[in-house]
């Protein structure tokens, strides 16, 4: 694994984060094409998936000044702008939400609704500290990759931007499969009391709301399973830092549900595929790599 994660992929050939990314993009279009009656603004996404496309293949085999920084780079708003898409894509490809089997599993193995359950032990405080811990999902992920660019241990950012990249866009799969948009939507009848916090509960709940689309973006947990995922990339750069990452991890994965984000069966799927992709993509990572 050392020497893996030591070799930095060079040249004008396609990385492994570029294929994954790549095959993405042609089986995203595949089912743009599919549904292109169905789905809202279809000429706009084709037309990105075209210029998305043109833009990497250009920065690969026409290297430029800005080649080195974009190719390390550039799978954060690539993987973002997937994610915006999917707002469109399920709701037009799978007509009939998850969200009712999803309820029902939490409710046989727990007896009771998870995210109803959780209103006795309410606290303004806690609400409050959650909601940060949730906010923070996106910068606590990028930030192993952060310190690793910094360190300028080029070889192992690769591996951390193939590993993230391929979580998320995983993660996108499954809520095409599984499409569902959470228990604070289906179990709000059930709801006996509001989620309230301190100071800056409202603006962040409220930013999250507009940023997710109302997108069916739960099964499997994404903040499970990348929070995951970071947290045992994190050891790449010190046993303590891997220490704060496990109890973030643990904090997130609590939150999710007493949030209402998620029923528990997400986190199951979300911690199981992560456990998956830290097993097989060290191997799936050396065959692309050394495939030009």
Known sequence: MA????????????????KIILGYLVFSSILLVGWWGAIPDRAALAAAHVGA??????????PNPTSWFFRFWYPLPYVGACYKEMAGLVPAIRHHAADGWLANADLRFWGAYPTVWLE??????????????YTLFVPAVLLVGF??????????FQYFAFLIALGYLASYVGYLLVP???P????????HMPLQGLWLFQNMQHTLNRLESTAYDCFPSGHTEL??????MSRLVSNRLFGIYFCYTLSIIFATVYLRYHYT?????????????ILVSPFFYRVLRERA
């Open 3 to 18: 020497e893996l994660l030591n070799v930095l992929p060079a040249g004008r050939r396609l990385w492994p984060v570029d």
């Open 53 to 62: 496309v043109a833009l990497l293949l250009i920065e690969i085999k026409l």
């Open 120 to 133: 006795r032990i309410y606290s303004p405080a806690l609400t409050e500290y959650l909601q940060i811990v």
């Open 147 to 156: 310190i690793l660019w910094r360190q300028r241990r080029y070889g192992e």
């Open 180 to 182: 569902a948009l959470g």
């Open 184 to 191: 604070r939507f289906l179990l709000k009848p059930l709801e």
């Open 227 to 232: 929070t995951i995922l970071a947290c045992s």
């Open 265 to 277: 069966v997400d986190l199951l799927a979300g911690a199981a595929l992560a456990a998956a992709l």
